[in-house]
């Protein structure tokens, strides 16, 4: 009787393993080792078996793909995944210490499956849209690009202050979407919100928990008027002349009980 026995694939030199226009694994256990290099020019889909990126001692593995990646079944590793397309987890994305790059054009974040990432960098020339929530456990880089998390929550775990990065990007949110940042320190904790909706505009704010209980904040800049949303800007005591309808956050504790320091700032340049 012959027994079916899965396809491991294990990468050991540095330099191109491969280069194809779809990469299908359908059922292999695809493991790249520490200085391996898979190069996929097109796409790549995880149907069923599992990819493994790994790293060791400071040596990655990397995986490049310049068409989208869809997992359908298990994928991770501590190494790097570089994706052109659109990143797209329906599984189970085991993410270790390892980083993901999302380095085309416009790319979605999706999937039916929410990714745990633990850092997401964000380069290319496109932005990249949530269609569902995500979560980020130690950092975030948005570099100079705009993650738009739509009407999704994008959820940074990790309590250091520095575990959101950025140069001149930033993320926008509509409706319920919001930026969620975990704390448990009294530093001052940047969340870079903005908006390219209509007039685009960078209002971020920082958030300074005057105690060190664990706790949860999430931002929303909101770049139409509050009334629109249901806030009515009439409804305002007497003492108040008027409320300016070109400034709009929407700010909430989510988790714990510390009280904050806020400011927020803006560009007169896009009032």
Request: aromatic fraction near 8%.
């Amino acid at each position: 009787m012959i027994k079916k026995l899965p396809l491991v694939i294990i990468l050991f030199a540095i330099g191109n393993f491969a280069t194809a226009q779809v990469f299908y694994n359908n059922g292999a256990v695809v493991s790249a080792k520490p200085g391996a290099f898979i190069q996929v020019n097109g796409a790549a889909q995880n149907a069923s078996g599992t990819i493994t990126v790994e790293e060791n001692a400071g040596v990655s593995a990397e995986m490049t793909i310049t068409g989208n990646f869809t997992n359908d079944a298990t994928a991770g590793g501590d190494g790097i995944y570089r994706v052109a397309g659109n990143w797209l987890n329906n599984n189970a994305f085991n993410a270790g210490t390892g980083s993901v790059y999302l380095d085309g054009a416009a790319q979605q974040v999706g999937g039916s499956v929410s990714t745990s990432f633990h850092n997401l960098i964000l380069e290319g020339t496109g932005n990249k849209t949530q269609t569902i929530n995500q979560t980020v456990t130690n950092v975030l880089n948005l570099n100079d690009r705009e993650l738009l998390t739509e009407t999704y929550s994008m959820f940074v775990t990790n309590t250091d202050p520095a575990a959101i990065v950025r140069t001149t990007g930033f993320v926008s949110s509509l409706g319920t979407g919001v930026l969620s940042r975990n704390t448990n320190t009294t530093s001052t904790y940047l969340f870079p919100v903005g908006s390219s909706v209509g007039t685009t505009r960078y209002r971020p704010v920082e958030i300074a928990p005057t105690n060190t209980t664990a706790s949860t904040y999430t931002v929303r800049m909101a770049n139409v008027d509050a009334s629109s949303e249901g806030f009515d800007r009439s409804l305002v005591p007497t003492e108040i002349c008027n409320t300016n309808p070109n400034f709009y956050h929407r700010i909430n504790r989510t988790v714990g009980t510390a009280p904050i320091n806020m400011s927020i700032y803006y560009n007169k340049l896009t009032y």
